[in-house]
């Protein structure tokens, strides 16, 4: 059947071939997004396999609910991380979601190796193999992008993701850049794409989706829209972004700042929302069915270098995260030298918040004398100074040398050789978000099953446990996040932007399932995400990834979160617990 | 008279395409094929958007270039007859903003009928549903 979620296009890049297989089986019982890409990577990544070997797969999946709710505007990415080793999983919205789905496809699963570099033209006819020897060494995604869009031309809503110079040289936190302001940003999926000489992907659709109860479908949609657009949820996200956290988070002592040598600003902090809202904001954007248009980019007006009364205008887009990542983490506290450095990883195509850890990590180890000038390339970062940094990002993404090398393969790739572990800040291999509220933020980058922040939001625990002024036992945190992170797998296979999550409560996902689908319980569900979490994990232990062998950096415990200091016992009690619940096979999201 | 569907505040476009949703589930169900307003960038999607929908000409070229007499005019705008359409798409052609959307499911064009739809999910109140 045309148009149905179930059909799985594969890309074989070796031969230059795809075909769509049938997958009712995947689709029926895990719904769609992560819960059928988690399945799609354990059958098609060979156990224990080089993440930059052509076995790797990468695995696009979108859900039941794509382009028929508002909200529902991501794909989940999966591939084995050549970051960390084990799960690589991230999601992206843009128009990337609508575009696969309105293509006819519920998931892309791309394999092998091609001979020479190639780009992608999807559409509902199949797939066609383009060369991209021109666009490879391209100094900036953002060119390569827009040639693609335009050789591509075409009907259709288009979207297209492709890799910048960090990718094509395989730095292990490459990102891939969607449209001009999204990103498949954490885990390496850029140095995979590298792996691959696939440049990018051009993604057009225009099709039909036919649904189970067309009235109810009408009446759940008008409910949910209008919710979304009074919800004072989504207010947040819609008026300042995210960056609204930037300020709340400094005055609770929660930012990091300067590699976690400070934890905020008081209650005047640099680059925080209303700010640079004020001053920078030069349009609101929205992801393909999204009424919320949490993209906020920046328009910075520069003179030119040499010329004078010349001037350009360059949009950036600025997020909580890489602001935090770029700017606070490494003294950068100016909005003009923080959104030129966004403007740097988008052009090259790095992970923002991997690559402003490792400069944060490098620019302390730099202070200590672990590096010398020799070893950066003559170099000297020094905490604000946005120039030199934005020379290391280019020296990273070229991998220019030992030193740069390493740390384009993560902070602890380079504090194994040269030492300073204590504060290079990544939890499970992942550099560290932009939270040190306490215990729940970074028991989730420990135990979220792809070390994220979003895996199961930690620091929103920790946030109600100061307003409530309570505590909770390291047992009960490790049940909560876990409830929350199965809870999340739901989210993610319908699938459904975080951001909503507050919209998409136990009777919305069950009411937008029934109209569309089938009708589905909300007990199954979280039956379903509890599982869909535990075939995560079997995957990373397949992959060799050991809870105990987690590292807690030492500046993590040495300097106090706003609920007080960490003790490393605590952690490890937690992680315990999560790890026992997980193997045990228990309902934890009961009681 | 009727109304009609007007453009306000193209600037305030955020690419959403909630209107083009709206517009398809007239039919019950779901994706872009039977939607009659797209929206396109104007070179970036930083340089903004033109939202792109019939605009009831008086004296309608989709009408003059039918080679079928498949569409008629109306109080406020056009209607296609499909059964009579035999998906020439010279309508499409014809239009000079590119408001005549293309069905490729039923290869049929799709032109607006100013039911106003669009303008109720326009979240940034870019479309006004106004009186002729």
């Known amino acids: 059947m045309p148009g149905a979620l179930h059909r799985v296009l594969f890309v074989d890049l070796a031969r230059h071939r795809s075909w769509v297989e049938d997958r009712a089986d995947l689709y029926s019982e ?3 997004g992560a819960g059928v890409a988690i399945e799609l990577l354990r059958e098609h990544c060979p156990e ?5 070997a052509p076995e790797n797969p990468i695995v696009l999946a979108v859900g039941p609910l794509t382009s028929l709710y508002p909200l529902a ?6 591939f084995k991380s050549p970051l960390t080793g084990n799960l690589g999983e991230s999601h992206c919205g843009g128009r990337s979601a609508m575009a696969l789905r309105l293509a006819g496809y519920g998931a892309m699963v791309i394999m092998d190796r091609s001979p020479t570099p190639v780009y992608l033209s999807v559409d509902a006819g199949g797939v066609r193999f383009r060369d991209a020897r021109t666009l490879w060494g391209m100094s900036s995604s953002l060119t390569a992008g827009r040639v693609m869009l335009e ?3 075409g009907a259709g809503h ?20 969607v449209e001009t302001y999204r990103h498949f940003g954490r885990l390496g999926m850029g140095a995979v794409m590298g792996s691959k000489h696939l440049k990018g992907i051009v993604i057009a659709g225009n099709g039909d989706l036919p649904v189970a109860d067309r009235g109810a479908y009408q009446r759940t949609y008008r409910d949910l829209y209008t919710r979304a657009v009074r919800s004072p949820a989504m207010r947040k996200y819609y008026e300042l972004g995210t960056p609204e956290n930037l300020g709340p988070l400094s005055a609770m002592g929660a930012l990091p700042v300067r590699n976690l040598q400070a934890t905020g600003y008081g209650t005047e902090p640099p680059l925080e929302g209303e700010a640079l809202a004020r001053e920078h904001l030069g349009r609101r954007l929205a992801c393909s069915h999204c009424p919320t248009a949490c993209i906020h980019l920046a328009a910075l007006r520069e003179p030119h270098p040499e010329a004078p009364y010349f001037y350009k205008t360059t949009f950036v887009s600025y997020d909580y995260e890489p602001l935090y990542a770029l700017g606070t983490m490494l003294g950068v506290e100016q909005p003009e030298d923080a959104l030129r450095l966004l403007d740097v990883v988008e052009h090259l195509g790095l992970d923002a918040m991997s690559a402003g850890v490792a400069l944060a990590w490098a620019t302390e180890a730099f202070e200590r004398g672990l590096l010398d000038e020799k070893a950066l390339g003559g170099l000297r970062p020094a905490w604000g100074d946005a120039r030199v940094y934005a020379t290391m990002l280019e020296c990273i993404a070229r991998r220019a040398g030992p030193l740069y090398t390493l740390l384009g393969e993560g902070v602890d790739a380079a504090a194994a050789e040269y030492g300073g572990d204590s504060y290079a800040l990544a939890f499970g291999g992942l550099e560290m978000p932009g939270y040190h509220t306490g215990p729940g933020a970074h028991l989730t980058h420990l135990t979220g099953a792809r070390h994220s922040h979003l895996d199961s939001a930690g620091y929103a625990f920790d946030q109600e446990d100061m307003k409530a002024g309570q505590s909770r036992s390291p047992k009960e945190l490790a049940r909560a996040l876990l409830t929350e992170e199965a809870r999340r797998q739901v989210l993610s296979s319908l699938v459904v932007c975080f951001f909503a999550r507050g919209l998409y409560d136990a009777d919305t996902c069950v009411a937008c399932l029934s109209a569309v689908e089938k009708e589905r319980n909300w007990d199954d569900l979280m039956a379903l995400g ?21 590292r807690i950096p030492a500046r993590t ?13 605590t952690l490890r009690e937690a992680i315990s617990e999560v790890e026992r619940l997980l193997a045990s096979g228990e309902r934890f999201s009961h009681g | 008279m009727g109304k009609r569907l007007r453009v306000v505040d193209v600037e305030r476009c955020v690419d959403c395409l909630l209107c083009a949703f709206a517009c398809a589930r007239r039919f019950g169900g779901g994706g872009l094929a039977k939607s009659a307003i797209a929206v396109r960038s104007v070179g970036g999607m930083e340089r903004g958007f033109v939202v792109v929908v019939c605009r009831a000409c008086e004296d309608p070229p989709c009408l003059a270039v039918c080679p079928v007499g498949a569409i008629r005019k109306v109080e406020v705008g056009v209607r296609v007859d499909a059964d009579r359409c035999i998906g020439c798409s010279m309508c499409v052609e014809a ?7 293309w069905d490729a499911v039923e290869r049929k064009p799709v032109i607006c009928v100013h039911c106003g739809l669009c303008a109720q999910y326009c979240p940034h109140s870019v479309l006004a549903h106004e009186e002729v």
């Open chain 1, 30 to 32: 895990s719904l769609g």
């Open chain 1, 48 to 52: 224990r396999c080089d993440p930059l």
């Open chain 1, 73 to 78: 505007s991501k794909t989940v990415a999966m």
């Open chain 1, 151 to 153: 050789r591509e031309g």
């Open chain 1, 158 to 177: 288009r979207t297209v993701l492709r890799i910048g110079p960090a990718g094509e040289n395989l730095v292990t936190y490459a990102g891939v850049t």
């Open chain 1, 530 to 550: 509890e599982d869909i979490l535990r075939r995560k994990h079997a995957f990373k232990a397949r992959e060799g990834f050991e809870f105990d062998a987690l």
């Open chain 1, 557 to 569: 415990l040495e300097v106090p979160t706003p609920l007080g200091g960490l003790s490393e016992n």
């Open chain 2, 95 to 101: 239009c000079a903003i590119g408001a005549v959307q």
